[in-house]
Structure formats: structure tokens, C-alpha cells
């Protein structure tokens, strides 16, 4: 599970709990908010995984656990994942400009993390041209 909050005006801090720490080879990971195009809470359990998705760094054991990082889709977009099949509770991050395309992580409630998100984007200081 994934603890969701804003470590400053212009950052989203996703911080790696339990297992997954271990499991996807990552204890936090820093969005810069300018960097999400889209947030949504998500499907429950695991995402539909295709022959030629790839897992480059981290654990899956099929129909069980995705945790890390993942060449995954069609267009071959690097998502990073934190996911069991029991998974409720989905966040969904749509990226660009950053190193991963997508993240799609289980949180402890999916519909107060997106507030948390949109809202430290409204607030979010516009960049000086």
C-alpha cells in the first residue's frame, strides 16, 4: 500500500509501505505536479496484463502481485505499479515528462487522494516564463 500526501507546493510524495519496499525496489517516489496530466481512482485488483508486458525492475507473480516497474500496452509505456489482486482502493496517474508514463497504485482511499492531487494542482504556483 502507497501513502499518498504533497511534500511541498510542487511535489506529490508517494511513500512505499510494508512488503513493497522490498518487493518493487522502491521506497518513495517524488511526482513534480506539473507532471500530471490526469488522476483518477481506478479498477479494482490487478490491471489486464498482455504477452510482451515486461517487468523491468521489481516482482509480479501472475494473478497474485504486480509491484515495480513495467514496460506495459501497446505503445509500451513505463508504468510503475503497486497492485495485489485483492487491491480496492486504486489511485491512477497519468504522467508526462517524467520517468514513467503511468502509476497505478493502491492506496487506503482512492477518492480522497484524488481530491489531494487535483486540489495541490489548482493551487499549484504557475511556472515564470
Same mark, same amino acid.
Not at 519496499?21 to 513534480?32: A, E, F, K, N
Not at 482502493?89 to 492506496?107: A, F, K, Q, T
Given at each position: 500500500?502507497?501513502?499518498?500526501? +504533497?511534500?511541498?507546493?510542487?511535489?506529490?510524495?508517494?511513500?512505499?509501505?510494508?512488503?513493497? &519496499?522490498? @518487493?518493487? %525496489? /522502491? $521506497? !518513495?517516489?517524488?511526482?513534480?505536479?506539473?507532471?500530471?496530466?490526469?488522476?483518477?481512482?481506478?479498477?479494482?485488483?490487478?490491471?489486464?496484463?498482455?504477452?510482451?508486458?515486461?517487468?523491468?525492475?521489481?516482482?509480479?507473480?501472475?494473478? +497474485?502481485?504486480?509491484?515495480?516497474?513495467?514496460?506495459?500496452?501497446?505503445?509500451?509505456?513505463? &508504468?510503475? @505499479?503497486? %497492485? /495485489? $489482486? !485483492?487491491?480496492?482502493?486504486?489511485?491512477?496517474?497519468?504522467?508526462?515528462?517524467?520517468?514513467?508514463?503511468?502509476?497505478?497504485?493502491?492506496?487506503?482511499?482512492?477518492?480522497?487522494?484524488?481530491?489531494?492531487?487535483?486540489?495541490?494542482?489548482?493551487?499549484?504556483?504557475?511556472?515564470?516564463?
Amino acid at each position: 500500500m502507497i501513502e499518498v500526501s +504533497l511534500k511541498d507546493a510542487e511535489t506529490l510524495h508517494l511513500d512505499v509501505r510494508g512488503w513493497s &519496499v522490498i @518487493l518493487g %525496489l /522502491r $521506497r !518513495s517516489l517524488d511526482i513534480p505536479l506539473h507532471c500530471i496530466q490526469g488522476v483518477q481512482a481506478g479498477p479494482a485488483g490487478l490491471p489486464g496484463f498482455r504477452f510482451g508486458d515486461i517487468r523491468t525492475l521489481g516482482t509480479s507473480v501472475p494473478r +497474485l502481485v504486480a509491484v515495480g516497474s513495467f514496460w506495459m500496452g501497446k505503445s509500451w509505456e513505463r &508504468v510503475f @505499479l503497486d %497492485l /495485489r $489482486r !485483492s487491491s480496492k482502493e486504486v489511485l491512477v496517474l497519468e504522467l508526462r515528462g517524467w520517468r514513467y508514463d503511468r502509476v497505478i497504485v493502491e492506496v487506503r482511499d482512492a477518492k480522497s487522494a484524488v481530491r489531494m492531487v487535483e486540489e495541490g494542482r489548482k493551487q499549484r504556483k504557475p511556472a515564470l516564463r
